[in-house]
């Protein structure tokens, strides 16, 4: 049972290359979460998926698009990289009105 | 931004000692909840208060919930050197699915 799982741990990008983030989680969770998280911020949502099939903006979406492939899997799409995006990234699962689980972040600079 | 606000921003005690760190924010919540984040780890889930509750325990932690004056305060009692972490406060404002995170209490517990 691992949770909540987030690929790659680390990443370097040049301003204008394209990445996916990829998550997933075994914990049968119907809502999932992007969040990203900048020195002195906090975490602030980017999208959310309430349920498969479904996903919604949170407070920073733009520059960013998601693909809910299953109730597993929660994908971060960056189109064209900028350094504002330079952040940890988490993915997070859990049920409407309960807590959330993490996972260990990404870490991501474009250069 | 509904984002809240925890204070301080940086507590730093010695073993044994309780800490106190409280959260403010500005819409009316379902729910409240703490999170932990060791250096370089994903957020733990620690406790959730609902909005009709006004105390909550968890081993050593206290929670309580003033909706009136909107905040909320974490008490870890008898720290320890393994509490040294940083802590957020995250609410849902309505939505269920909206989770705006304050900037965090950055606590260091001094063996």
């Known amino acids: 049972n691992a949770g909540v799982t987030q690929t790659p741990k680390f990443q370097v990008l040049k301003t204008g290359q394209s990445m996916t983030l990829q998550c997933a989680q075994d914990m049968n969770h119907n809502s999932m979460y992007w969040y990203r998280q900048d020195p002195g911020m906090g975490l602030r949502l980017i999208y959310y998926?309430?349920?498969?099939?479904?996903?919604d903006k949170g407070e920073v979406p733009n520059g960013y698009n998601v693909s809910r492939l299953n109730k597993r899997e929660f994908s971060l799409r960056l189109e064209s990289a900028a350094p504002s995006q330079t952040s940890v990234y988490f993915c997070?699962?859990?049920?409407?009105?309960?807590?959330?689980?993490f996972g260990p972040g990404t870490r991501l600079t474009v250069l | 931004s509904q984002q809240g606000e925890e204070d301080p921003q940086a507590l730093s005690i010695q073993e044994g000692e309780n800490a106190t760190m409280n959260c403010s924010y500005k819409t009316s919540i379902n729910n409240l909840q703490w999170y932990r984040q060791n250096s370089g780890r994903g957020l733990v889930h620690l406790i959730l208060?609902?909005?009709?509750?006004r105390e909550k325990h968890s081993g050593r932690l206290r929670v309580t919930l003033d909706t009136s004056k909107k905040s909320s305060s974490l008490l870890i009692t008898a720290s320890r050197a393994a509490d040294t972490a940083s802590y957020f406060c995250?609410?849902?404002?309505?939505?269920?699915?909206?989770?705006?995170f304050g900037t965090g209490t950055s606590l260091t517990v001094i063996p």
């Open positions: 208060i609902r909005s009709n509750e």
């Open positions: 998926s309430a349920s498969e099939g479904t996903t």
């Open positions: 997070a699962g859990g049920r409407v009105y309960n807590e959330q689980f």
């Open positions: 995250a609410t849902d404002p309505n939505t269920g699915n909206q989770f705006y």
